[in-house]
Nanobody, 123 residues
Framework: QVQLVESGGGLVQAGGSLRLSCAAS????????CGWYRQAPGKQRELVAA???????NYANSVKGRFTISRDNTNNTVYLQMNSLKPEDTAVYYC?????????????????WGQGTQVTVSS
């Protein structure tokens, strides 16, 4: 079993910063890609940022230049540094990982999601 545990969410004023962390634990063989989605009430879940095993990154246009995704392979942890936060960034942020996990004697592909962490940006 693999678990993704998120931390770092909270309440911040507009223009402030937060750093989200997502740590994966369990019988992980390799991580293909990981990152964050977010979902505001009444809206569809959207991809915020992603990073591949090779280090390539992708960002939603709305966060380019403000958010930075990074990873620590030693600890299987991915980070999202969020600067210049805006009220429209308010949402529940979900960590995800597309990975290979060891189950018994086999290695299989899985998608895992974190529990979600609330980010609230006040005006």
């Amino acid at each position: 079993q693999v678990q993704l545990v998120e931390s770092g969410g909270g309440l911040v004023q507009a223009g402030g910063s937060l750093r989200l962390s997502c740590a994966a634990s369990g019988s992980i063989f390799s991580i293909n890609a990981c990152g964050w989605y977010r979902q505001a009430p009444g809206k569809q879940r959207e991809l915020v940022a992603a990073i591949t095993s090779g280090g390539s990154t992708n960002y939603a246009n709305s966060v380019k230049g403000r958010f930075t995704i990074s990873r620590d392979n030693t600890n299987n942890t991915v980070y999202l540094q969020m600067n210049s936060l805006k009220p429209e960034d308010t949402a529940v942020y979900y960590c995800y990982a597309d990975l290979r996990a060891v189950t018994g004697t086999q290695v299989r592909e899985y998608d895992y999601w974190g529990q979600g962490t609330q980010v609230t940006v006040s005006s």
